[in-house]
């Protein structure tokens, strides 16, 4: 199964995927549960295509793109020089190029985040996860991911928003 909303990371160009490897688990299915229909709407297409245009005009998704094709580049090359100097000079040359990916790590969001309460009052007496938090909500506001991931949500819910008061509509 292939996800609506693909973005792209800096392994897209890569094969890394269990399916990828020799030897990869034989195929299997979870049986279903039950479920009811859920009679309302959203709408998919459209957040499809405001996902897929919102992330073509990201520089931070563009980056990491070039990224993963820069990477696949150098792995899939498999000659080089034996002469030691024009080795050493390749190895430089892709020092140098590399360092253009360097800004993929200075990403900032406008995401902010706080821990829970139950957690604050921890924090008087665990100073460790008090750092920890403090570094995973850093670490949260540079990801593009759960950015473009909280946007397509923010999506969906307009969507259903929408539909559900043109379904509530009296005539």
Not at 139 to 159: H, P, R
């Amino acid at each position: 199964m292939k996800s609506d909303v693909v973005v792209p990371d800096r392994y897209s160009f890569i094969d890394v995927g269990e399916k990828d490897q020799e030897n990869p688990l034989p195929w299997d299915k979870i049986e279903a549960v039950d479920y009811a229909f859920w009679d309302s709407y959203f709408d998919y297409d459209k957040t499809i295509k405001n996902s897929q245009e919102r992330m073509s005009n990201n520089e931070q998704l563009k980056l990491i793109e070039e990224n993963a094709k820069w990477v696949k580049t150098r792995m899939d090359e498999n000659i080089h020089a034996l002469n030691y100097t024009e080795y050493k000079q390749k190895l430089k040359l892709n020092e140098e190029e590399a360092k253009r990916f360097d800004k993929i790590s200075d990403y900032q969001t406008s995401l902010t985040f706080e821990s829970l309460p139950y957690e604050k009052s921890l924090f008087e007496t665990d100073s460790i996860l008090r750092e920890k938090r403090e570094r995973w909500h850093e670490s949260l506001s540079q990801d593009v991911y759960l950015e473009e991931a909280l946007n397509v949500l923010e999506d969906l819910k307009m969507s259903y928003a929408i539909k559900k008061v043109a379904t509530t509509a009296k005539d």
